[in-house]
């Protein structure tokens, strides 16, 4: 099948970075970008040579374009993707889907009415360092997960304009702490605060219970120091994940379980014998999670290959401390 002609709406800071990796992409070809500010459309069209549009809608009228990305402000997503969808385009969004649950299954209905792919950016589910979490934590080399630690914080960036740190930051946790564990919480806890903004919280803590586990997620933009880790303790060792560094380290737990007297009870009882774990640094090779993310999209537009995009609205309420009932998550798309 030919290259898949592409779109992307919106050229701000995610915009861009999806039109450069468009570019290097052999099954893909980058054929225009739009953006309300004609500087800034014009800078990217020169730099990748494509057509360069200043309404959305123009660039939905061509019959060469299959397939775009909507890098837009979370506000806008629902009638940006909608009026793609309905114009035959498939869509891969950018985090999160939507504002609202309802306007992210009113996205998902007419993505199915017109059968067409709805995508959504988790990007960290493409991060490699995640790939290789998934893979230990799905062969139980630290044994039964007991609880996760997730630290997003950093500096407020200016370019955020119309979101919170829970449903800018604090969802890519959420989203990967359900995809490792395959499941969803039974139990959300959530405090929000406002430390230096007035009209949007900057600072987040989630306490959330899992079937067997429990974690918990803090995300800031008030920590003068860009952390972006995973912590998990398993029955049989812990693990640390690094999104930055794309690494993921292992401390394998060694014991010996044996039964002792207590000599004042004359009882026996088992004792663990710990000894220094063992060491790992798994080999994880370092990509560009959007490079992988934008592949995964434009194999499935050329082959036909659905994607489910439940996981990203079951993000979405957990974000939103929307209650349903727990399931099992099946719908993990990601990186092979």
Request: glycine share 6%; net charge negative.
């Amino acid at each position: 099948m030919d290259e898949v002609g592409y779109g992307v709406i919106g050229v701000g800071f995610m915009g861009t970075n999806h039109a450069r990796n468009l570019a290097h992409l052999s099954n893909a070809k980058l054929l225009g970008v739009v953006d309300t500010d004609q500087n800034k459309a014009r800078t990217v069209s020169l730099m990748y040579g494509c057509e360069k549009f200043t309404d959305y809608q123009a660039l939905l009228r061509q019959p060469a374009i299959r397939a775009v990305s909507v890098c837009l402000p979370t506000s806008m997503h629902e009638q940006v993707v909608t009026d793609a969808l309905e114009a035959g385009k498939h869509v891969l969004v950018e985090k999160p889907i939507a504002s609202t649950v309802t306007q992210a299954l009113k996205m998902q209905a007419t993505a199915s009415a017109q059968g067409r792919i709805l995508m959504v950016g988790h990007i960290e589910r493409f991060n490699p360092a995640v790939q290789r979490a998934k893979k230990v934590i799905d062969q139980q080399l630290i044994g039964n997960i007991v609880s996760i630690i997730a630290r997003r914080v950093g500096l407020f960036p200016p370019r955020i304009q119309d979101a919170d740190i829970a449903i800018d930051l604090a969802i890519h946790d959420i989203d990967v702490i359900n995809y490792l564990l395959g499941t969803l919480p039974t139990e959300i806890r959530v405090d929000r605060q406002r430390q230096h903004l007035d009209k949007r919280d900057d600072s987040v803590h989630f306490l959330l219970r899992y079937p067997q586990t429990t974690a918990y997620v803090q995300a800031n933009w008030i920590t003068p120091v860009k952390i972006r880790k995973l912590n998990i303790t398993g029955t049989d060792g812990y693990m640390e994940l690094d999104y930055i560094a794309q690494s993921v380290k292992i401390h394998k737990s060694n014991y010996d379980k044996s039964k002792e007297l207590d000599q004042a009870t004359l009882a026996e009882d088992f004792v663990l014998k710990f000894r220094e774990p063992d060491y790992i640094e798994e080999v994880v090779e370092a990509t560009e999670p959007l490079s992988g993310e934008l592949a995964f999209f434009v194999d499935a537009v050329r082959s036909g290959k659905k994607i489910n995009s439940d996981h990203a609205v079951d993000a979405l309420r957990v974000v939103l401390a929307e209650s349903r009932p727990a399931r099992d998550d099946n719908s993990q798309e990601g990186a092979s």
